[in-house]
Structures are given as C-alpha cells and as structure tokens.
C-alpha cells in the first residue's frame, strides 16, 4: 500500500478537496462480505429470540454454579501427570503425522500452484474432506482397523488435523510474497526446488504458529480418545463432568490450561526467533556473495544453531511419541472385512427434511456465533498482537485470559449458561460465541503478528497517529487473513457445533452425536456428506473473496 | 483505501456496538427461547441413548398425552449432556426429565427432583435391564466372574451402571477385584465393547442385554453364536421420569397418572403417533407385532410408578465399589 499514500499525498497537495479512490473488485467484495455478515447475525439473532434480559436475570444460578465448581481438585498429581504424558504423547505423534501429510497438501491446494491443473481441485478436495468428517468418525473408523489403543486415537488426530493444518498453511503459501518465487523460477529451479527454498521459508513462522494452535487444539480435544479406549486427559474431564464431579473437573481445567499456557509461550518464543532470523537475513543478506559457482555458506550464528537444535528436538520428540504408539502389524490382517462392515453401515446415506433443516440451522447458528465472534475477536487480537498492542503489559494479560478461556470445554460454558437460560437455542449460541471469539482472537492475533512492519514503520515515521497508522498501515495488509481466518472460524463453528446439542439447541452436532451413539451410521454419512458440501462452499467463498482481496 | 478501510473499521465497530441492542429483534417472542418465564409451560428433557432412533419422535407420543391431560403446552428439547439437564434441573429450568439411572442417583442429591415412573419393556417383564457378561463363543475358558482374574475386560464407560459399576460390584462380591485382577479396557459404547471382544482386545465384555439380545443382531453386527453369555446381573433399574418437586403435588401426580396410564398399543390406537407406528417387538407376548407406539425407547410397553426406593440399587452398587465416579462431592 505505500505507493498508494503517496500518490494520495502528491496529489493533496495540488488539491486539498476530499479524496475517495474508486470503487473496484477489493472494496466491493469486503463490502459485501461485511454487508452478509451483518445481516447473518441479525438472521441468527432473530431465529433464536435473543434476549440480554433473561441472560441476567439468570446470572444468580450461574455464579451458585461457578461456587460448586470451587475449589478445584488437584488430588492425585502423580494419576494427572501420566494422563498428560498420554494425551501429549497421541497428540504430539497425531499432530506431527498431520503435518507430513499436509505440508505437501497445501503447496499443491495453494492457488500459486503450477504443477497440472488437476492436481489442485483434488488436493482441496482431499483438505476439506479430511477436515469436514469429525474426529469421532475417524475415531470409530480406525478401532475398526487397528483395534482400541493409541494408534486408532493418533491417527484420528492426525487426519482430522491435517484439514485445518493445510488449509492454513495454504492460505500462508499463498499470501507469501512471490518475487522470490519468480526470481528463483527465472533461474530454473524447478518446483520442488522454488517450495523448497524460497517459499517454505517464508512461511515457516506461520506453519509452526498453525501446528503449535493445531496441538493446542488437539491436547484440549483429546476427550475423543476415550472412544479409541486410550486414556488421557481429556477423557477423565469428559468422565468428571459426566459424573458430575465439578471440584475434578475444575482441577483438571486448571492442568489443561497450564498445558495450553506452556505451548502458547512456546509459540510465542518460536515465532520470535524465526522472524529475527528472518529479519537479520533481509538485511546481512545483501552483502556480496562469492562469485562463480562455488557453494556459498551461510554461516552459523546463535539464531542460526538454535533453529537447527529446536527442529532436531522436535523431530526426537516426534519420533519418541511415534514409537509409544505400539503398531501391531498383526491386526491389519483382519482389518479389511472390520473396516468393509462399517463402510457398507454408512451406505446408502440416509438423507432427510429434517437433518437438512438440522443442517441449515446449525448452519446459520454457526455464521451468526462466528460474525459477532470474529468482531469480539478481532478487538482482543488488536490488543493482544505485539506489533498493534496499546500497551504491552495489556498484551500479556489478554493473552493469558484468551488461554484460559480457551482452556475451559465448551460443555463447562454450555453448563454455565443452561443455568442461566434453561435449555435452548441462546444457551448454545452463547457458548458456540464464545469458543468462536477465543478461535478468531487466537488466528487473528497470530497473523497481525505476520504483518510486513515496514508500511507501518514507515507512517509513523511521518508522524501517523495510532488509528492513522492502523487504517493505512495494518488494515490492508490484514484484510485478506481477516477475511479467510474469519470464514474459517465459521467453517469450525459449523463442525464444532457439538456444543448446541449439549444446550439442547438441537443441530446437526446433535444429530451426529445421537447417530453414532444409536449406531445409525447412515445417518452418520449423509450428515457428513452434508457438512462437507457447506465446508466446501464456504472454503470456495473465502477462496473467491481472497483472489479478490490479494 | 485509507477512507474506505476506515469506514469499514467503523462499520464493524458499529457491528459490536448493535449487538445489545438487538434484543428487540422479530423473533424474541417464538416460542423456543428460552426466556425466564415460562408461564405455564412445562419443560421435558431427554437424552439419546442407544434404544431410541430418533429421540424426538420416539418421546412425542408421550407429550402429546401430558399436553392433553394437563392442559398446559409441553416442551420438548433433546439435550446429549446428563450434566446440562441436571444443572438445568437445579436451576429449576426443566421441569421433567428423562435420563439414566446413575445420572438420576448423581441427581438426587443436587436438583429438588423425584422419579415417578421406570419403563416397563414388556407386558410380562420387569421394570429395568440387566447386564450380560459375554465372552467369544469359541472361548471356553470363563464359564462364571470368578475366572475373570487374569483376564483383560471391556467395560463401556465409567458412568454406565449396566456397562460398568453393576459389573464392578458384582466381580467385587465374585471375589475378584477389577482394578489388581483384571485388565480394565473401556469402549465407550456397547456396540464397541462387542466388536473390541469379538476381535480380540478382551476376553469378556460387559454390555446391556438389549444390545445382545436384540439391538446389535438386529443390525446384522451380532451373528448367533458369535458370544456367550456367561452371566447375567441383577435387575438394574430402569432411566426414571423425573419431576421436580417445585411443580405442585397434584400437578405432579397427574403426571404419573398419565404416563402409568399409558401403553404403546393404546397409544397408538388414541391416535398419538400417527404416521410413525412401530410393530411390537418379540418379547411382548400377545402383543407381538401390533401396531404400537414409542414411549421414549422403542421397546417401552408402559411405564410403572417408581420412587426414591426403586433406585436403592444404584446406591447400593457405589457402596460396593466406592467408584471414584460415585464419590464426587459437590
């Protein structure tokens, strides 16, 4: 955008009348874009009656709800400690297999992809497939082949993370700036060779911000693995809550939160040194490079060894998680005719009025929760991203609130607000709400973080205020990742809508839930099927608006 | 750019600012919110279980009775979490709930609630269901519980009396306890427990006998042969109606006057589920094959009163085994 201020600069000093650059393609479909939002949330807000009254003439039974959740309880720390080895260890090897399979995925599905032109629709189509079907049928999927044990349960989080993982990651590649791409292409390197070596890492500190949220993610949501009959953390919260054991639950709340906060100061350190390094390689970079064809060696400095130590120890970390898996070769021999007993189940999908209307309205629950979510969470991503935050102090203390509510299940805040409301629709879009706002703070904190520093360098540098430097500087450059990261806080609402059935909003999340759980698996699929219609289109959606925007 | 993109940034600030005031929105008088007042109108909540294909179709002959005996609308809402509809009970926001035994023992001691009715399965049977251990059918080697020591186990999930605590306390009395003697593995349904069973993953499985005798060969997943039973557990108690006891005395009794009063023939010869009609399963003697309706499960012929007394097993089964789930305080 700097060229633009300039040129606006030059000719206010010719002219002081006001200025409005014409309308094109970018500003109308962000206009629209907002437009849609608005009247989504408006729909949704009417389809479920909101009401702020009765939300706070129920405050009093939350707070007595809040009050038997207190003190939390932290007995037996050595149970505690093994079950989060267990759930670290399956969502470490989930997470880590996740991102072999995806880091190829994307740089095909990626719009700046130049391989055969096939080769794209399939690898979207794999992205939003492995993306659309839940855990849980995966989960069900590979007891059937490998029996119960942490490698049903790994593997389940890995293939429904590899959704979310190539499909940011796609968003970065894409967003990556391609003249060096084009320089290295100029000087025949072929494809692998340009990914490799230009693009890869360019998008390194995105791709460990994305895998570090996506374990984040999966450590909160091993509640699944119970189902694979693997323990871990999150089955004995699902047990806790279940039985009604809110103390266990609060103490268990309190160890995942811990867990979160670590890998989040994790990230947050990791993201420092991969953008240092860039930032010295901009600069060190331009001093002359020895002639002719002789190898040329960068050199190690500290950023430089610690890089390399922190990949090797994740690869270690990686490959010791793999190992605690316990692959028994023995059981795939049966595991065709298991696996042919489930699939003929699912077939033929059971389509009906009543789950496309089931659809339709978690659909629009899933929109309205994700719109006003994304607002919400665009407001704390401000406050918490380090380049735009008011005061750094401010930074921590949200980040640390945003970890924490992430941190409590959304079971705990559907409980929360069923107190207060009774059970219904406004109960469970409160609580998709607020797991949507934690989701969009996080993605959009993380890619303000991205931004190029030097438009924003350069307005305040000319004496920009804050809000001046915002609206010039940061807004166009985050428009795009606002946009994509906010259709696909919408993509995950819609598949996390578990949430409404807990609340008793109904939904699809309900009706998945009740087929498994009553062993109607054609039901199941039709369901799936269905999502990943909606997921497509809404991907096809922020893919349209994205061409548009970049 | 500058102005637009500051236009856009006031219209999303604009966006944040509505949101309070949309309460006045067109929809805040339909019916389903769920506003404070609920003048006159009665809450019914359920969750799904293994024996209801559609929850909402398989309760709605019920409320169509209770709408018409008690004169009031009733609501139905299917909830997937026992904790919401507990809490939603001590908050007094539901006002007759249907859930599962344990979930009703856990209950009792935080919700002003009662049971008043348990569903009778067949004409002849008993109010409740009862646990099957089963093992391979080509397995000889466990013929009672007392062999069970040494042997790796598949129990449902640790809030299920049929697939978990009634077990544990039963293997307790055999003498053998279940967390030295055995391997615990849980399967989280009992659809899972068989199949981890018939592949090998344990040597006996604790599941509910509908699913043996009916559910899973019913679905083709169950083969005759496939299992052996090799133990059946004492009655356990079936998932009460519970009320709360805020509703007035007479209010509550008619409510279990109407559902004792009803069964799945009459019902659907009152005409309260057209269109959705059920033939009678097996087990239902001389009713056999006639046209019924679904009184919450589809294998409900009526309901029967129950108390606080009906669920003395349950508490009796946490004695045994002093199960960390029994335990929870609060």
């Given at each position: 955008m700097p060229s633009t201020t300039s040129a606006t600069r030059a000719t206010t000093a010719a002219d002081p009348g006001p200025l409005r650059p014409p309308w094109s393609a970018r500003a109308l479909v962000a206009a629209g874009l907002l437009v849609a939002a608005v009247a989504v949330t408006w729909l949704t807000f009417w389809w479920i009656g909101l009401s702020p009254a009765s939300l706070a003439a129920g405050l009093d039974d939350t707070a007595r709800l809040l009050r038997r959740m207190w003190p939390p309880d932290l007995s037996g720390t050595g149970d505690l400690a093994w079950m989060v080895a267990e759930t670290l260890l399956i969502a470490v090897a989930g997470t880590g297999l996740a991102v072999l399979a995806s880091v190829p995925l994307a740089f095909t599905a990626a719009r700046t992809h130049r391989g055969p032109r096939w080769l794209r629709p399939a690898a979207r189509v794999v992205v939003v497939l492995t993306r659309a079907v839940p855990t849980l049928a995966f989960a069900i999927l590979f007891v059937r082949i490998?029996?119960?044990?942490p490698l049903a349960g790994a593997l389940a989080v890995a293939v429904h993370s590899v959704g979310m993982i190539a499909k940011l990651l796609a968003d970065a590649v894409e967003e990556a700036d391609p003249a060096p791409a084009e320089a290295a292409r100029a000087c025949g390197a072929g494809e692998v060779q340009v990914a490799v070596s230009t693009v890869l890492p360019r998008v390194f500190p995105a791709l460990t911000a994305i895998v570090l949220y996506r374990l984040d993610i999966n450590i909160r949501a091993s509640a699944v693995l119970g189902v694979v009959g693997a323990g871990g953390i999150g089955v004995a919260l699902q047990t806790a809550l279940g039985s009604l054991n809110y103390h266990r639950a609060a103490g268990i709340i309190c160890v995942i939160v811990v867990l979160v906060l670590l890998l989040e100061l994790l990230s947050v350190a990791v993201r420092r040194r991969t953008r240092a390094g860039r930032s010295t390689g901009d600069t060190s970079g331009a001093a002359a490079l020895p002639a002719g064809r002789a190898p040329h060696d960068v050199g190690w400095d500290r950023g430089r060894v610690l890089r390399v130590a922190g990949a090797a120890a994740t690869g270690v970390v990686f490959l010791a998680s793999l190992c605690s898996?316990?692959?028994?070769?023995?059981?795939?021999?049966?595991a065709w005719p298991n696996l042919r007993g489930v699939l003929t189940g699912m077939w033929p999908p059971a389509f009906s009025g009543d789950l496309l209307m089931a659809v339709l309205e978690s659909l629009l629950m899933a929109l309205g929760a994700a719109a006003v979510g994304a607002a919400c969470g665009l407001v704390l991503a401000l406050l918490t991203a380090v380049n735009t935050t008011p005061w750094r102090p401010l930074s921590a203390v949200v980040r640390v609130l945003l970890v924490v509510v992430r941190g409590i299940p959304d079971l705990v805040y559907a409980l929360l607000f069923v107190a207060a409301l009774g059970l219904g629709p406004f109960a469970g879009f409160l609580a998709l709400w607020i797991s949507s706002t934690a989701l969009a703070a996080k993605f959009f904190a993380d890619s303000l973080e991205q931004l190029d520093p030097l438009p924003i360098e350069a307005l305040t540098s000319v004496g920009a205020r804050r809000s001046q430097t915002f609206a010039a500087g940061t807004w166009p450059q985050f428009v795009p990742s606002f946009t994509g990261n906010g259709l696909f806080v919408a993509d995950m609402a819609l598949r996390e809508s578990v949430v409404l059935g807990i609340a008793g909003a109904g939904g699809v999340g309900y009706l998945m839930q009740e087929s498994i759980a009553t062993l109607r698996y054609d039901t199941t699929a039709a369901i799936v099927i269905a999502i990943a219609v909606i997921v497509y289109a809404i991907e096809t959606l922020a893919r349209i608006a994205r061409r548009h925007l970049l | 750019m500058f102005r637009k993109s500051a236009l856009g940034v006031v219209a999303m600030g604009a966006v944040i600012a509505l949101l309070p005031a949309c309460g006045a929105g067109p929809g805040s008088t339909r019916g389903a919110a769920a506003d404070g007042d609920r003048s006159g109108e009665l809450v019914f909540a359920a969750i799904p279980s293994e024996q209801s294909d559609n929850l909402e179709a398989s309760f709605a002959p019920i409320i169509a009775a209770l709408r018409e005996d008690l004169g009031v609308p009733v609501r139905f809402q299917a909830v997937t979490s026992n904790a919401a509809v507990v809490e939603a009970q001590v908050a007094k926001r539901v006002d007759i709930a249907v859930y599962g035994a344990f979930s009703y023992y856990l209950a009792r001691s935080r919700a002003d609630v009662e049971p008043v009715a348990v569903p009778l399965a067949?004409?002849?049977?008993?109010p409740g269901a009862y646990a099957y251990g089963v093992t391979r059918g080509d397995d000889k080697s466990i013929a009672s519980l007392k062999d069970v020591a040494g042997k790796d186990v598949c129990f449902t999930?640790?809030?299920?009396t049929t697939g978990y605590l009634q077990p544990l306390a039963s293997l307790r009395e055999a003498g053998v306890d279940a967390d030295k003697d055995v391997k615990t593995v849980f399967t989280h349904g009992h659809d899972t427990a068989v199949a981890s069973l018939l592949a090998g993953d344990c040597d006996l499985a604790f599941v509910g006998d509908v699913f043996i005798d009916q559910l899973l060969p019913a679905r083709g997943l169950l083969k005759p042969g496939q299992v052996t039973k090799v133990w059946t557990s004492p009655l356990i108690p079936g998932p009460p109606i519970v009320v709360g006891t805020w509703l007035p005395q007479d209010v509550r009794d008619r409510i279990a006057k109407t559902v004792t009063g009803l069964t799945a023939t009459g019902a659907a010869s009152a005409g309260l589920c057209k269109g959705s009609e059920i033939k009678g399963p097996k087990?239902?003697?001389?009713?056999?094959?006639?046209?019924a309706c679904t009184?919450?499960?589809?294998?409900?012929w009526t309901f029967v009163k129950a108390d606080d007394a009906t669920y003395q097993p349950i508490a009796r089964i946490c004695e045994i085994t002093k199960a960390e789930v029994c335990t929870s305080g609060g």
């Open positions: 490998f029996g119960l044990g898996l316990d692959l028994d070769p023995g059981r795939l021999s049966g | 067949a004409p002849a049977g008993d999930d640790p809030g299920s087990n239902w003697g001389r009713h056999a094959d006639a046209t009184l919450g499960t589809s294998t409900a």
